[in-house]
């Protein structure tokens, strides 16, 4: 069974662009990966500009011409579109309530703003928290909340 993600990033007018990842959405697995390797803008909007995903990986680009769904590279993510040759896989952009309207079936929601990855577990209505906070390797400061986007805050 999959554990459903979306991948989020603010953007300058206050929406969000939004990839889907299927695999490994919990924070263990897609959060600690987006930490580790998606850490900057320009890399989440890399990582973003492929559209939706079989799984998260810590690369994007293969090493080989031979990456595919069917002879996947070890460590490289696994886009629908690149590497399994689906159509409208894009990412979309959403404001930030359209966004929460369709979520249905998805389990975690990860947003990158102000150089900070935040997640929301979609079934438990706990609100958004700093992804760092679920993973022992990290540590997280009172400081760190202060980049809680405000319309995160309902």
Same mark, same amino acid.
């Given at each position: ?38 850490? &900057? ?7 973003? /500009?492929?559209? *939706?995903?079989? !799984? @998260? ?37 959403? &404001? ?7 979520? /249905?079936?998805? *389990?975690?929601? !990860? @947003? ?43």
């Amino acid at each position: 069974m999959s554990t459903r993600s979306n991948i989020g990033m603010m953007l300058p007018d206050g929406n969000i662009k939004v990839a889907y990842c299927h695999y490994d959405g919990y924070p263990e697995g897609v959060g600690e990966i987006l930490l580790e390797s998606y850490n &900057t803008p320009e890399r989440v909007s890399e990582l973003l /500009s492929f559209g *939706d995903m079989s !799984y @998260l990986a810590l690369e994007i680009h293969p090493q080989s011409d031979y990456h595919s769904f069917d002879n996947p590279e070890k460590g490289v993510t696994m886009f629908y579109g690149r590497d399994r040759g689906e159509s409208d896989t894009d990412a979309k952009v959403y &404001t930030m309530d359209e966004w929460q309207q369709n979520i /249905s079936c998805i *389990d975690y929601i !990860y @947003l990158f703003s102000a150089g900070r990855w935040f997640v929301k577990n979609t079934y438990d209505n706990a609100g958004w928290d700093l992804v760092a906070s679920f993973l022992p390797a990290y540590s997280v400061s009172a400081e760190d909340y202060k980049f809680l986007p405000q319309s995160l805050t309902y």
